[in-house]
């Protein structure tokens, strides 16, 4: 469930990218690291960067949303991925 966005923050382009978290396992889970991608038409990566989860584990069929801004992104990037 990953959504996302280009909006304006006063005169700059920020991305912000929003998505779900879910612990599909019958156990608590560690959250793990976020990892993202944004490619240009391409498909070659213009630009990485990862960022920790706001907690650190999840209960058995709890769900955490994420959102993580990027201000002045690249304007070659056409997609992005999240992975971790």
């Known amino acids: 469930n990953v959504k996302s966005r280009l909006v304006t ?11 779900d978290l879910v612990n599909v396992s019958d156990r608590k889970v560690d959250v793990p690291r976020l990892h993202f991608a944004l490619t240009g038409p391409d498909g070659r990566q213009v630009y990485v960067w990862s960022a920790q989860a706001d ?10 949303n994420f959102r993580r801004r990027l201000p ?11 992975r971790f």
């Open 9 to 19: 923050d006063g005169d700059e382009p920020v991305l912000v990218v929003d998505g």
């Open 55 to 64: 907690r650190a584990s999840l209960q058995p069929g709890e769900t955490l």
């Open 72 to 82: 002045a992104p690249p304007a070659e990037a056409k997609n992005v991925s999240v």
